[in-house]
C-alpha cells in the first residue's frame, strides 16, 4: 500500500515537472528584414554581387593559420619500437605456423607426406 502511493506521488511529480517544463516561454525570434519593399538601382545589384561573400571584413586577411610542427620524435621512436621487436615477431610467427604445420590432421601435410607415400 505504501509503495503504490509512493508510485502515485511519483507519477504526479514526473508530469507536473514535464508540463512546467513544457509550459515556458519560448525565446521570441528575430523577425527578418524584407527586402521586398526596396528597389534596388542596377549598379547597387551589381555592386553586391561584385562584394566577397566569405571575407567580411579585413580582418580575416591577417590571421595567419597556426600549424602544427611534424610530430618527428614520435615517428622516430615507432620505428625503433618496429625495428626492435619485428624479429621477435617474426620468430614467433615462424614458430607458430611450424607448429600448426605439424599438428594439421586434416589435409596432406609436407611431414606426413613421406611417410604416406612409403607405405603404399
Do not use: C
Not at 507519477?11 to 521586398?36: I, K, T
Not at 561584385?50 to 597556426?66: E, G, L, M
Amino acid at each position: 500500500m505504501h509503495l503504490s502511493r509512493f508510485s502515485r506521488l511519483l507519477a504526479v511529480l514526473v508530469l507536473v515537472s514535464g508540463g512546467a517544463a513544457l509550459a515556458q516561454p519560448q525565446p521570441q525570434r528575430r523577425q527578418l528584414h524584407s527586402y521586398q519593399d526596396t528597389e534596388m538601382t542596377l549598379e547597387e545589384r551589381n555592386a553586391a554581387r561584385a562584394r566577397p561573400k566569405s571575407n567580411i571584413n579585413a580582418y580575416t586577411k591577417d590571421i595567419k593559420v597556426k600549424e602544427e610542427p611534424i610530430p618527428w620524435k614520435a615517428i622516430g621512436l615507432a620505428v625503433i619500437a618496429f625495428a626492435i621487436t619485428a624479429p621477435f615477431a617474426w620468430r614467433a610467427y615462424k614458430g607458430t605456423t611450424r607448429d600448426i604445420a605439424a599438428a594439421n590432421t586434416f589435409g596432406i601435410s609436407s611431414s606426413r607426406g613421406g611417410e604416406d607415400a612409403g607405405e603404399q
